[in-house]
């Protein structure tokens, strides 16, 4: 079947292919418009090419990578303190050895 772009001038033309896509008439395919993209497209400072964008993820998987399990349990005994322990230290360790499996 051809897939078609229609504006709609209104809600009630939504409604009637609301009820023809329940009808099996139909199906909505919601696609961003692309006033939409445009105006997000000059918002993006520089493009990035493939290159750059495993340079970003790379450095942001180093940044989780770097944190051991022991600085993230002296962290959440910190903040343990600070909720006047809600949790315990078997129960956060707990948690930890879950991640890690």
């Known amino acids: 079947m051809d897939t078609l772009t229609i504006q709609l001038k209104n809600r009630k033309a939504y409604k009637l292919l609301k009820e023809m ?23 993006i400072k520089a493009p990035m090419n493939d290159r750059q964008i495993d340079k970003q993820l790379k450095s942001l998987n180093k940044e989780w990578e770097r944190i051991s399990p022991d600085e993230i349990l002296r962290q959440a005994r910190m ?17 930890i050895d879950q991640g890690r499996s």
């Open 79 to 95: 903040m343990r303190k600070e909720v006047k322990g809600s949790l315990s230290s078997e129960e956060i360790q707990d948690a």
């Open 21 to 43: 896509e329940e009808l099996n008439l139909i199906k909505i395919i919601k696609t961003p418009s692309s006033e939409k993209l445009s105006s997000l497209r000059g918002k």
